[in-house]
């Protein structure tokens, strides 16, 4: 049975939390994550949950002793934002290199500067070749979905990596709406005890955790890595179907939101996909064919399935939260346009940078998106790659 | 509710309760079977700097996640704003805008910049002060969003109002006869 209440995105995970009730915690406060490990210590102070609380100095801490407590054996999280992740830097890297199946919620926040504590995508995208999954929501519902999904993908022999749950900072972290909560039993069975293969605190099998290691051996420890991100695609699909299967909601790699006969189509991430959606459905009655593909899973980068889901695609815009300053735009773009050649899908697609520093994303800025593809497709309009919306002053 | 959706857009400063006033007012919707969104938008992080705050109650799932820019309701929790930030932007004609302050509405209304639709005005001071003795503006500004909008009816929203103090307040129950009285004496000042 599942009950329908009301909660902010962060009230959402820290409930998740509390019904998974991982072993530990650590983690020290950052806007706007900070309600999640304050939620999470009301629930232990108040024996609903009996997770090992650790507060820490800093973020450099609080994922090292992630990192520590996971290697000990015990199931680990924590929570941060922005310069909190930044500052987490070389134990992201640690984390997956050491194979740890811990989970970290994210909060979206921008990185400074100028200093700013709105959401874009740029604290998650600056860490996205650490090696960690990384899985958007959104919506409160898919960030409490999304968690509850990450130890199972995380802890999988196939792929013993680091699972990172993103959700949007204010947009839906302090937004409340309605939302469906599983039974904390049903949620406790679909994620299931933590049996740990190998782990420090393992009594007669002594292991060494982090060990240098050279030449001759470090490359493979790489490809090993990469095999198991490229591994957990498939096991992330099937968390995603058992998830459906018993809940009856959520997605895979990502949704596909009247894509099928579209002409053109945004590919999207984030809460803003709801924007795009709505814009989709008012641009439909007026008789165009439009369609929002929402990447749920960003790493491991779905090429493949993207490529297949866009060829039909007269025209692709893609939807970028992050400045990335190389010059022609940020990584989705530049993934996604890598993708579409790989596979040989040659179509337009239009860079957009959108909604940084939390500037806003409207419906009517869908429209004008849509109208502007159209005309590049249908009039050849000459346009300009990495176009920015929603910008105050004029571009040059 | 007889209408599909509301959006409505709150202005109040910092510490204020505007952003508590709007996600008490989605708590309330909710119960009574709605779609609810309530969320703020953050300026500078301190107190008494302008802030925003939105809501969106419908009978259809919400997935627009942007701010309100043509809301059908405007709540200013601190008439001091009314010098300093443009409230009636975009606000519907057919609309509503409700000001916390002891001047009427022929007073108020000049200050407007020349908005034709309803204009009402609440002294939550006042109502505030009798009723609870400290001046908290959340309860009066609240139950006269709620007589406004109509986004359910006054007993329904009394009731529901008494079950949340209730538990919001279980250990300070001193205050909820107070805070039951503010959002009353608020729904007979507009005589709604």
């Not at chain 1, 900072?169 to 937004?175: N, P």
């Not at chain 1, 949620?187 to 292991?207: A, T």
């Not at chain 1, 697609?349 to 869908?366: I, K, M, N, P, S």
């Not at chain 2, 204009?119 to 309860?139: C, H, M, Q, W």
């Amino acid at each position: 049975m599942s009950v329908k209440d009301r909660m902010s995105g962060n009230e959402a995970v820290a409930y998740a939390i509390k019904q998974v009730n991982p072993d530990v915690m650590p983690a020290f406060p950052i806007t706007p994550s900070t309600e999640i490990p304050q939620l999470v210590s009301n629930y232990i102070a108040n024996n609903e949950m009996d997770t090992e609380f650790i507060p820490v100095e800093s973020e450099h801490s609080s994922m090292s002793a992630t990192i520590g407590a996971e290697a000990a054996g015990a199931r680990s999280l924590t929570a941060t934002s922005s310069c909190g992740l930044a500052l987490m830097w070389e134990e992201l890297l640690l984390a997956a290199s050491n194979r740890m199946p811990c989970v970290l919620t994210l909060v979206n926040r921008t990185l400074s500067g100028p200093i700013n504590i709105n959401c874009d995508h740029s604290d998650a995208m600056g860490a996205r070749d650490t090696g960690w999954i990384q899985i958007f929501a959104e919506s409160n519902q898919e960030a409490y979905d999304n968690f509850i999904q990450a130890y199972p993908i995380a802890e999988d022999k196939r792929v013993h990596l680091p699972v990172m749950i993103c959700q949007d900072g204010f947009i839906t972290s302090h937004a409340v709406q309605n939302i469906v909560l599983n039974e904390d039993e049903e949620v406790q069975d679909f994620v299931g005890e933590y049996h740990p293969e190998e782990f420090l605190l393992n009594d007669g099998n002594p292991i060494a955790i982090g060990p240098y290691s050279i030449s001759s051996y470090a490359m493979e420890a790489r490809k090993a890595q990469e095999m198991a991100m490229e591994n957990s695609k498939e096991v992330i699909i099937e968390v995603a179907r058992r998830y459906k299967e018993k809940f009856g909601r959520g997605f895979e790699l990502f949704e596909e939101y009247k894509t099928e006969d579209a002409d053109y189509i945004m590919v999207i991430m984030g809460s803003a996909a709801g924007t795009a959606k709505q814009a989709v459905d008012d641009l439909r009655e007026k008789g165009m064919k439009v369609g929002v593909l929402k990447l749920r899973v960003f790493r491991p980068f779905p090429a493949e399935e993207l490529a297949e889901a866009l060829k039909n695609a007269k025209g692709i815009a893609i939807m970028e939260r992050t400045e990335s300053y190389n010059g022609h735009g940020g990584p989705l773009c530049s993934e996604l346009r890598a993708a579409l050649y790989e596979h040989k899908v040659y179509t337009e697609a239009v860079c957009y940078t959108y909604g940084l520093a939390g500037r806003d994303f409207t419906v009517e800025h869908v429209y004008d998106i849509f109208n502007e593809v159209n005309d590049i497709v249908v009039n050849g309009k000459e346009y300009k790659q990495h176009r920015y919306i929603n910008l105050r002053t004029k571009e040059v | 509710m007889d209408f599909d959706k509301i959006e409505i857009r709150w202005h109040g400063r910092g510490g204020q309760g505007a952003k508590t006033a709007a996600l008490l007012l989605a708590d309330v919707c909710f119960k009574t079977g709605a779609n609810v969104q309530g969320f703020p938008e953050y300026g500078p992080e301190r107190m008494g700097a302008p802030i925003t705050a939105f809501n969106r109650i419908s009978k259809s799932e919400i997935r627009v996640h942007s701010n309100i820019y043509t809301p059908d309701l405007v709540v200013v929790v601190d008439e001091s704003l009314l010098h300093s930030v443009d409230v009636t932007a975009g606000l519907k004609e057919e609309g509503a805008i409700i000001v916390n302050t002891p001047l009427s509405e022929e007073e108020i209304r000049p200050m407007l910049k020349g908005y034709k639709g309803r204009v009402y005005t609440v002294d939550a001071r006042k109502i505030s002060e009798e009723a609870l003795g400290k001046y908290f503006p959340n309860s009066p500004m609240l139950a006269a969003t709620v007589a406004v909008s109509k986004v359910m009816g006054k007993y329904e929203f009394i009731r529901e109002m008494k079950a949340s103090y209730e538990h919001k307040f279980a250990k300070k129950p001193e205050v909820i006869e107070g805070n039951m009285k503010a959002l009353t004496m608020t729904f007979d000042a507009l005589g709604v």
